[in-house]
């Protein structure tokens, strides 16, 4: 039972336009989430999180928005640039539950020049 | 360096050959953490340890893995009689505490099982 789902394998955009990647997840429990980014031959490195008790947070070019009602996050960055392309992991925890770190199965994002 | 790193990179061992991974986590990091990451798929829990107290091995598909993290810094895994199925990356991770989510992440280890 994958308790975190990113649906979409892969996503390809153009440079200087939105990427949104997008992350359900099922367990009520989860109250910390996170995005991680990887590269090849790398291990993941941490990108942005957000509380459940927020449903927004902005670092930059890269946002996280929350919807605990629809238990769905999407990352949007905005521009995109070449170098963004990557793995992107969805990851929730929930604190009161142990330490587990749940992660999706990940999206790769292409940002064509 | 001031890094997650961790060794072998590579590693191929024969079906029923014991390994044994090593990962040296970010210097006063309490929080360690062993993934499994299969192909085309996100990193899979294994064990949590907090300094050398192993609080979560929930993970662990069987009792042929193990982990342990006896002075509370480098920790080792494990896996006996390795099956083809153990084939994955293995990923280790730190963390400041456990009050921190952000995890820091090693390379992993590629481990092939023939």
């Known amino acids: 039972d994958q308790q975190v789902k990113q649906n979409s394998p892969s996503l390809s955009v153009q440079e200087g336009r939105i990427s949104i990647l997008n992350c359900d997840y099922t367990n009520s429990m989860f109250d910390y989430f996170l995005w991680y980014k990887k590269y090849p031959a790398e291990g993941p490195t941490f990108l942005i999180s957000?509380?459940?008790?927020?449903d927004k947070n902005e670092d930059g070019r890269f946002t996280v928005f929350l919807n605990k009602s629809a238990k769905h996050l999407s990352l949007h960055i905005v521009p995109s640039q070449p170098g963004d392309s990557a793995v992107y992991f969805c990851a929730a925890t929930a604190n009161t539950g142990g330490f587990k770190t749940i992660f999706g199965a990940g999206t790769r994002l292409f940002v064509k020049a | 360096g001031a890094g997650v790193s961790q060794s072998p990179r590579y590693k191929v061992a024969k079906r029923g050959q014991d390994v044994a991974l090593r990962c040296d986590p970010i210097?006063?990091?309490?929080?360690l953490f062993w993934y499994q990451q299969a192909l085309g798929q996100g990193p899979e829990f294994l064990t949590y340890f907090q300094n050398e107290a192993q609080l979560d091995k929930s993970g662990l598909p069987s009792d042929r893995f193990f982990a342990e993290r006896p002075e509370g810094s480098v920790s080792t895994l494990k896996i006996q009689r390795t099956q083809q199925e153990d084939s994955a990356v293995y990923l280790c991770?730190?963390?400041?505490?456990?009050?921190?989510?952000?995890?820091?992440f090693g390379p992993g280890t590629r481990l092939t099982v023939l």
């Open positions: 991770a730190s963390s400041r505490d456990y009050s921190y989510n952000e995890q820091f």
């Open positions: 210097s006063g990091h309490v929080s």
């Open positions: 957000i509380s459940s008790i927020k």
